[in-house]
T-cell receptor, first 113, second 112 residues
Framework: GNSVTQMEGPVTLSEEAFLTINCTYT??????LFWYVQYPGEGLQLLLK?????DKGSNKGFEATYRKETTSFHLEKGSVQVSDSAVYFC????????????FGAGTRLFVKA | DGGITQSPKYLFRKEGQNVTLSCEQN?????MYWYRQDPGQGLRLIYY???????QKGDIAEGYSVSREKKESFPLTVTSAQKNPTAFYLC???????????FGEGSWLTVV
């Protein structure tokens, strides 16, 4: 079946450090891949997405590339800020009938000033 | 602005009571979802609906009920049969390229 595995947190970084949060997936066919961010006490917000292999999603300095050969969609940012402290969720949509997006367990990021 | 509106933001329930969480969307999406999130945890699917007047149970539907009488609305009732309802509840809809999920701001339910 389809699944998403993301690195366990928490991840603690100093401001301006480089961020990588790993995400790998298992799926049949060609799913769409997403990263969502959740700030404390709020709903999830779409951060970026990629709908086909080799696509790069980007937003607010974050990037992720859809790598079909390694079944990965790692989230990266070159220089994190304290305001990036949040929980990040990797997700997969099977694109087969369009229902039941699968979410990873989430990775909490703390950025210290 | 298009989006998903959940209400109330905070709700307190006495034991034995049913409570209903509202979810309205103006994105013209067919599919809608309810998720439960416990503190520090991920998302668990309660119910989903792909079209008006149709819905299916998710992974943790026991103690919950839904209706989908209008495309824009997907209310969730937390019944007295749900023994541990204290959690953060998220409503979502799905549409656009790649079947993107869009979330509301969430509702906090606490049993008192």
């Amino acid at each position: 079946g389809n699944s998403v595995t993301q690195m366990e947190g928490p991840v603690t970084l100093s401001e301006e450090a480089f961020l990588t949060i790993n995400c790998t997936y298992t799926a049949t066919g060609y799913p769409s891949l997403f990263w969502y961010v959740q700030y404390p006490g709020e709903g999830l917000q779409l951060l970026l997405k990629a709908t086909k292999a080799d696509d790069k999603g980007s937003n607010k300095g974050f990037e992720a590339t859809y790598r079909k050969e390694t079944t990965s969609f790692h989230l990266e940012k070159g220089s994190v800020q304290v305001s990036d402290s949040a929980v990040y969720f990797c997700a997969l949509s099977p694109n087969t009938g369009g229902f039941k997006t699968i979410f990873g367990a989430g990775t909490r990021l703390f950025v210290k000033a | 602005d298009g989006g998903i509106t959940q209400s109330p933001k905070y709700l307190f329930r006495k034991e034995g009571q049913n409570v209903t969480l509202s979810c309205e969307q103006n994105l013209n999406h067919d599919a809608m979802y309810w998720y439960r999130q416990d503190p520090g945890q991920g998302l668990r699917l309660i119910y989903y609906s792909q079209i008006v007047n149709d819905f299916q149970k998710g992974d943790i539907a026991e103690g919950y009920s839904v209706s989908r009488e209008k495309k824009e609305s997907f209310p969730l009732t937390v019944t007295s049969a749900q023994k541990n309802p204290t959690a953060f509840y998220l409503c979502a809809s799905e549409g656009g390229t790649g079947n993107t999920i869009y979330f509301g701001e969430g509702s906090w339910l606490t049993v008192v």
